[in-house]
């Protein structure tokens, strides 16, 4: 079983920034993608982006050009920075790790962003 915690999350005005972690424990195996969703109010969930073992990152369209991310393997933990947020980005950020026992999801960290 793998335990994701998510951490970095909060209130911010419109263009400001964030920076999310995601700590991943309890594994035993490898972890190969591991990745960001969020959801907000009344809305499915929604990809935001994707890192590979080597920490490279898709990002979706609506983020593209002002969120980031990387991959610390040996903490295995892995970052998405959030930057000129607009209030359409509140929700809130799932991590999830996919390995050869399934996909395992975190909690979540609320991300509001105020207009």
């Known amino acids: 079983q793998v335990q994701l915690v998510e951490s970095g999350g909060g209130l911010v005005q419109a263009g400001g920034s964030l920076r999310l972690s995601c700590v991943a424990s309890?594994?035993?195996?490898?972890?190969?993608?591991m990745g960001w969703y969020r959801q907000a109010p009344g809305k499915q969930r929604e990809w935001v982006a994707t890192?590979?073992?080597?920490?490279?990152?898709i990002l979706a369209a609506s983020v593209k050009g002002r969120f980031t991310g990387s991959r610390d393997n040996a903490k295995n933990t892995v970052y998405l920075s959030l930057n000129v947020l607009k209030p359409e980005d509140t929700g809130v950020y799932l991590c999830?790790?996919?390995?050869?026992?399934?996909?395992?999801w975190g909690q979540g960290t609320q991300v509001t962003v105020s207009s």
């Open positions: 999830n790790a996919d390995s050869s026992r399934g996909r395992f």
């Open positions: 309890g594994n035993r195996f490898p972890l190969n993608d």
């Open positions: 890192l590979n073992r080597d920490g490279r990152i």
